[in-house]
């Protein structure tokens, strides 16, 4: 059996924008670690202490223009 991971990048590897992404949110602190982690990846504006990351990161993800 292929992991969430594996299955997901061996269902079509020409997509070179599909982004898969595992955040662990069995308490607070990991929940913050994965929207960090997330964020590092390429999202403007998360280098700003002020910013809400989880509605950052939240904002990313539902903007069609990132992918898939």
């Not at 997509?15 to 994965?34: C, K, M, P, Y």
């Not at 202490?49 to 069609?64: G, T």
């Amino acid at each position: 059996m292929l992991s969430p991971l594996c299955w997901s990048g061996a269902e079509d590897e020409q997509a070179e924008d599909t982004w898969v992404f595992w955040i662990h949110a069995s308490n607070a602190a990991r929940l913050q670690q994965g929207n960090e982690n997330i964020a590092a990846v390429t999202i403007p504006g998360r280098a700003d202490p002020k910013i809400n990351l989880l509605q950052l990161v939240s904002q990313w993800l539902c903007y069609a223009g990132n992918g898939r």
